[in-house]
């Protein structure tokens, strides 16, 4: 989900923040050249470490990306970051953040999924794993939309700026709803691997 709804909720967001200068579509390729240019590095260095390890490690980095992007809203938007608004400066941070984070856990989820089903059936099972992919792409964007309205409406459905800028006073809680999502997935994570773990040493 919180992969997802950086696509539905960042254009929005940043546009009606950091002003219809910026950039959004070009922030959102930050993502996979991160992807691009770490992958090979991070499989190295997770190579001797089990796929539920570097999933976990890997969600425990997605809250920062969230906190990253949070922190734009709170910096002082008269200045700027290498030329860039603060809101979006922070957005671009925690995109990259978030592509590292995608580093540790894609590869290795798709392993991961594999080694559960049983022989000739890893095509089926691998499959099935991107419905993961539907039902949070259903709610992320479902979620996505109503944080937008509640917390950085549309600017044109305010009668003066003035009010706008009182409305959307706290846009950034947006980010602490998805950062609490990423974190409780991560806890979840490891609770998860250590019931697996038990039951197979209860097998064995």
């Known amino acids: 989900m919180v992969q997802h709804q950086l696509y539905a909720t960042m254009p929005k967001y940043v546009l009606r923040l950091a002003g219809e200068g910026a950039s959004p579509s ?28 570097s999933m976990t490690f890997g969600m425990f980095i997605m ?3 969230a906190l990253c992007m949070a922190s734009g809203n709170m910096l002082d938007g008269n200045t700027t970051i290498l030329g860039m608004h603060p809101v979006a400066f922070m957005m671009v941070v925690g995109i990259v953040f978030q592509g590292l984070a995608e580093t540790f856990i894609s590869p290795r989820f798709l392993e991961y999924f594999s080694l559960q089903a049983p022989k000739g059936e ?72 250590l019931v697996v773990k038990k039951l197979d040493a209860t097998r064995c």
């Not at 922030?27 to 539920?52: D, E, F, G, H, I």
């Not at 979620?143 to 937008?148: A, D, P, T, Y």
């Not at 999502?181 to 998860?192: D, E, F, K, N, R």
């Open 26 to 53: 070009w922030y959102a390729n930050v993502n996979p050249l991160v992807v691009v240019l770490t992958v090979n590095l991070v499989t190295q260095l997770m190579r001797k470490k089990t796929a539920l390890t």
């Open 63 to 65: 809250p920062i990306s």
């Open 122 to 193: 890893e095509g089926l099972y691998l499959g099935f794993s991107h419905l993961h992919s539907f039902l949070s792409s259903i709610l992320g964007f479902g979620l996505s939309g109503f944080l937008l309205s509640k917390y950085c409406p549309e600017p044109t459905l305010f009668a003066t700026h003035e009010e706008w800028v009182a409305a959307s006073a706290h846009a950034h809680y947006i980010w602490y709803y998805f950062g609490a999502i990423a974190l409780v997935s991560a806890v979840a994570l490891i609770i998860y691997g």
